[in-house]
C-alpha cells in the first residue's frame, strides 16, 4: 500500500483542544477543496517527492520518492518519535483521500485526524482506527466548493460518524467578514449531533485580524446550543513552528 505524502515531521500541535501536545504530522496531498485561507496549498497537488525530517526542529529534510510506501513511513515516523511524543497527526491536503492507506498503516501510536469532514464514506472506512478527531466545518466565506450545501451535509454526517468512536471535536476559522449568521448552520447542525462536542473557533492568521468584539459575539452566539465552546489561534505560528 502506498500513498503520496507531502512531508513527515516532529511539532507541536497548535490547533484545537491538543495544543501543545508533540505529535508526528504526516502531511498527505490532495485535497477537493480550495479554500481561501489554506496554509497549505502546495499540499493540494501531486508530486513525485516527500520531504522527511532528520532532526526534530533542526529545519533539515531529506527527500524520498512519492508515492510512499507503508513500511517506509511508518520507519520515519519511528526514527521521529520522542518520549513526549504522543500522536500521529494526519493532515493535509486531506487525509481521508487516502482512508485505504490509513487502514493499512497498523500502527502503535494513537492516530490524530486532521479532515475538513467532506468525505464521510472514506470516514466510515477508518472510524475505528482514529483516537482523536479533528473535524472542521467550512463557512460559505471561505469559498471552499461550488457546492456548499453539499459540503456542509458530508461534513456533519463525518463529524457523526467518527463522534460515535473517537474523541471528537469541531474546529471552525474565523474571517473577519464572518457573522452570526454565516455560523448558525454549523452551530445547528453539531448541537443536532451532540450539543457536548467541543466547539474551536480559530480566527485566522493573517494581517487582517478578526476583533475580539466580534470573536466574542461568536462565542455566545454558539453557547447558546453547544456546551464547550472556546476560541483557539493557531498557536505553532505564534513560536514560529512547522
Known amino acids: ?66 508515492p510512499v510506501s507503508r513500511d517506509l513511513l511508518i520507519e520515519a515516523v519511528q526514527e521521529l518519535w520522542s518520549p513526549s511524543t504522543k500522536h500521529i497527526s494526519l493532515t493535509g491536503g486531506e487525509p481521508l483521500i487516502h482512508a485505504d492507506f490509513i487502514r493499512e498503516m497498523d500502527t502503535e501510536h494513537p492516530l490524530y485526524l486532521e479532515t475538513n469532514s467532506g468525505l464521510p464514506d472514506e470516514a466510515r472506512k477508518i472510524k475505528d482506527v482514529i483516537a482523536i478527531a479533528s473535524c472542521d466545518i467550512k463557512l460559505k466565506e471561505h469559498d471552499p466548493t461550488c457546492h456548499y450545501d453539499e459540503l456542509l451535509k458530508n461534513e456533519l454526517e463525518t463529524i457523526a460518524i467518527l463522534n460515535g468512536s473517537s474523541e471528537t471535536f469541531v474546529k471552525i476559522v474565523i474571517l473577519p467578514e464572518t457573522t452570526k449568521f454565516s455560523l448558525s448552520s454549523a452551530i445547528n447542525g453539531i448541537a443536532s449531533i451532540d450539543p457536548c462536542i467541543p466547539l474551536i473557533l480559530q480566527p485566522v492568521t493573517s494581517d487582517n485580524r478578526v476583533p475580539a468584539a466580534l470573536l466574542f459575539e461568536l462565542m455566545d452566539h454558539a453557547a447558546k446550543k453547544l456546551k464547550d465552546v472556546r476560541v483557539i489561534p493557531q498557536t505553532h505560528k505564534m513560536i514560529g513552528l512547522l
Open 1 to 66: 500500500m502506498q500513498a503520496h505524502i507531502e512531508e513527515v515531521f516532529n511539532s507541536i500541535q497548535g490547533e484545537g483542544t491538543h495544543a501543545g501536545t508533540r505529535q508526528v504530522f504526516v502531511r498527505f496531498q490532495q485535497c477537493q477543496l480550495h479554500c481561501s485561507y489554506c496554509d497549505t496549498p502546495g499540499s493540494r497537488k501531486v508530486t513525485g517527492s516527500c520531504r522527511i525530517e532528520k532532526k526534530t526542529g533542526a529545519g533539515d529534510f531529506y527527500t524520498v520518492k512519492n
